[in-house]
């Protein structure tokens, strides 16, 4: 039987995209409950779909399209049905757990590009997490499905929007 070599192989190449996966549902998610279930959600249509993935593709590209994909329509879905809180209602929820060691200031900034970037429409938080996570023009372009310019001239204003957003921190 063919299904415990793919879980095999399924659960090794999900273990390198795991960090991956929790960063997207954090930024699609309000409260640790909610990513969470988003997590459990990406990582079971990642299974469902698993005999469609081709092994000459970069398994992170897959499974960043998957991730999106799931996260932006648990974002729609939720938006739809008035469940999403307010940046100001889980401005806690908002700090990287990754993040160690930093000053209170870049902390603090850390924390409000969070923000600015948790209060972006759906898709320019998706290339704005490719964008931090230093994936190329061209994997963005391959994981969200837009073309390469559009790519380009987004990430360009974005950035430019965040810039202008982005407020000093005071001492």
């Known amino acids: 039987m063919k299904?415990?070599?793919?879980?095999?192989?399924?659960?090794?190449?999900l273990e390198g995209c795991r960090p991956m996966v929790y960063k997207i549902a954090?930024?699609?998610?309000?409260?640790?409950?909610d990513m969470e279930d988003l997590v459990q959600e990406i990582f079971l249509q990642a299974w469902k779909s698993f005999s469609s993935y081709d092994p000459e593709q970069k398994f992170s590209t897959w499974m960043y399209r998957i991730s999106l994909n799931v996260a932006i329509s648990h974002y729609r879905s939720k938006k739809r049905q008035g469940a999403l809180l307010s940046l100001e209602d889980y401005r806690s929820d908002l700090a990287d757990p990754a993040v160690g060691g930093q000053s209170d200031e870049s902390a603090a900034r850390l924390q409000q590009l969070h923000q600015l970037i948790a209060g972006l429409p759906a898709l320019d938080r998706a290339l704005m997490l490719l964008y931090l996570d230093e994936k190329t023009h061209a994997e963005m372009a391959d994981i969200l499905g837009i073309s390469l310019t559009n790519v380009s001239t987004k990430i360009s204003r974005i950035r430019m929007l965040l810039r202008q957003q982005l407020s000093p921190i005071k001492k």
């Open 26 to 33: 954090h930024s699609y998610c309000p409260s640790r409950e």
């Open 3 to 13: 299904i415990q070599p793919d879980r095999d192989r399924f659960s090794i190449l």
